[in-house]
């Protein structure tokens, strides 16, 4: 079973907009929600990290929201620009470690010029 | 500085053929891991290494094998290859948890696929 849903599968945004991912999860063990970014032809790479303690992070345009109640978290990213086009994917681990680590589906992201 | 180093990057196998992928990462990590990743299912753990001379089994092991051959090398053996098995592999290396942010760091991946 999947137990990191990420919606949508897909999304094209203009230029200047906002690009907003959702995920949710149900293992409440879970207490670590990153997310990576992935170009084609690359392997992904670490963008933003959460933990549950806080319930907003920001880096630059990309800011994580966590509802630990609602058990959701989304990547939201302001002013959009072409090279952020890429694949993103959100995942969960509990602090037993990285082996446990669970990813979402991923969205492919599309920033028009 | 070449942090997940992965080959090949691309294979065609026939199936039933025999084939290693192979992963060295310099960043002098403990773990290390290989996923699988699949369209519109994301990436999937196939086996880590938690430290030299060890292995554990991920979410989907069945028709792999592993070994963590050093520190370095963690590599994935196909034995004989199904066309189930075509997909992008992908090596990653992590520090232990409690020590750094909990970051894994990938290679660009080995796209197989099996005829």
């Known amino acids: 079973q999947q137990q990191v849903k990420q919606s949508p599968q897909s999304l094209i945004v203009q230029k200047g907009g906002i690009s907003i991912i959702n995920c949710a999860y149900e293992?409440?063990?879970?207490?670590?929600f990153p997310w990576y970014q992935q170009f084609p032809g690359k392997g992904p790479a670490l963008l933003i990290a959460?933990?549950?303690?806080?319930s907003e992070k920001k880096e630059g345009r990309f800011t994580i929201s966590f509802n630990k109640s609602a058990k959701q978290f989304s990547l939201h990213i302001m002013d959009s620009q072409p090279g952020d086009s890429a694949t993103y994917f959100c995942?969960?681990?509990?602090?037993?470690?990285?082996?446990?680590?669970?990813f979402g589906t991923g969205t492919r992201l599309l920033v028009s010029p | 500085n070449a942090g997940v180093t992965q080959t090949p990057k691309f294979q065609v196998l026939k199936t039933g053929q025999s084939m290693t992928l192979q992963c060295a990462q310099d960043?002098?990590?403990?773990?290390m891991y290989w996923y699988r990743q699949d369209p519109g299912m994301g990436l999937r753990l196939i086996y880590y290494?938690?430290?030299?001379?060890?292995?554990d089994k991920g979410e989907v092991p069945n028709g792999y094998n592993v070994s963590r051959l050093n520190k370095r090398e963690f590599s994935l053996r196909l034995e004989s290859a199904a066309p189930s098995q075509t997909s992008v592999y992908f090596c990653?290396?992590?520090?232990?948890?409690?020590?750094?942010?909990?970051?894994?760091?990938f290679g660009e991946g080995s796209r197989l696929t099996v005829l």
């Open positions: 959460i933990r549950p303690d806080v």
């Open positions: 990653a290396s992590s520090e232990d948890r409690k020590l750094n942010t909990g970051e894994l760091f």
């Open positions: 960043m002098n990590h403990n773990s």
């Open positions: 290494s938690a430290s030299e001379g060890t292995t």
């Open positions: 293992n409440t063990a879970f207490d670590y």
């Open positions: 995942a969960a681990s509990p602090h037993t470690g990285f082996q446990k680590l669970v």
